[in-house]
Nanobody, 129 residues
Framework: QLQLVESGGGLVQPGGSLRLSCTASGFTLDDYAIAWFRQAPGKEREGVSTINSSGVSILYRDAVKGRFTISRDNAKNTVYLQMNNLKFEDTAVYYC??????????????????????WGQGTQVTVSA
């Protein structure tokens, strides 16, 4: 069974940092692009960042550029999302996702959730004073 498991969420004050992890089980991430999405209460899920299988092609939504960093350690079968200078509006459930088959090679993976078939259960990030 192909699964993704997110961890690292929690409660943090504005300006604080968290590092989310996305670990695969049942398959190896080496050949898969990975995307992070988030869904805030009462809002639609939105793409946050993507990384291709080799880690050289990366995309961020404008709202997190300069604050979030996506990376991967294929030896650990894990993708990370380092979140710095967190803001109230970053509060959401964060999900990682993988496409059904591999990815887009060296191209930047898209931020559209329709392109992804394997999803984790999500981890809650709450930014509050």
């Amino acid at each position: 069974q192909l699964q993704l498991v997110e961890s690292g969420g929690g409660l943090v004050q504005p300006g604080g940092s968290l590092r989310l992890s996305c670990t695969a089980s049942g398959f190896t991430l080496d050949d898969y692009a990975i995307a992070w999405f988030r869904q805030a209460p009462g809002k639609e899920r939105e793409g946050v960042s993507t990384i291709n299988s080799s880690g050289v092609s990366i995309l961020y939504r404008d709202a997190v550029k300069g604050r979030f960093t996506i990376s991967r350690d294929n030896a650990k079968n894990t993708v990370y999302l380092q979140m710095n200078n967190l803001k109230f509006e970053d509060t959401a459930v964060y999900y990682c996702a993988a496409p059904g088959v591999g990815g887009w090679g060296s191209r930047v993976p898209p931020l559209s959730e329709d392109e992804y078939e394997i999803w984790g259960q999500g981890t809650q990030v709450t930014v509050s004073a």
